[in-house]
Nanobody, 115 residues
């Protein structure tokens, strides 16, 4: 069983920055992909960004140019640098990892952007 522990959420003013981190209990170099989803109240969970084992990244259109995902295999960590935050970025952010046929999820961390 893989455990994912997120950190770095919080309250920030519009235009500010936050960095989310997700540490895995297993060696992430073997994971097919890792990334971040988010879910705002009353909305479906959506992909924010992910990164494959080869380093290919995917971003939601709404965060392109503002968010950057990265992974550190030595620290078994994936991070999400969020800049120029907007109130519409307010959501619970979930780390996820895909390993073969299995998906693993973190417990979520709240990000609140005030206007």
């Amino acid at each position: 069983q893989v455990q994912l522990v997120e950190s770095g959420g919080g309250l920030v003013q519009a235009g500010g920055s936050l960095t989310l981190s997700c540490r895995a209990s297993a060696r992430i170099f073997s994971f097919n992909a890792m990334g971040w989803y988010r879910q705002a109240p009353g909305k479906q969970r959506e992909l924010v960004a992910d990164i494959t084992s080869s380093g290919r990244t995917t971003y939601a259109d709404s965060v392109k140019g503002r968010f950057t995902i990265s992974r550190d295999n030595a620290k078994d960590t994936v991070s999400l640098q969020m800049n120029s935050l907007k109130p519409e970025d307010t959501a619970v952010y979930y780390c996820y990892a895909k390993l073969a046929l299995w998906d693993y999820w973190g417990q979520g961390t709240q990000v609140t952007v005030s206007s």
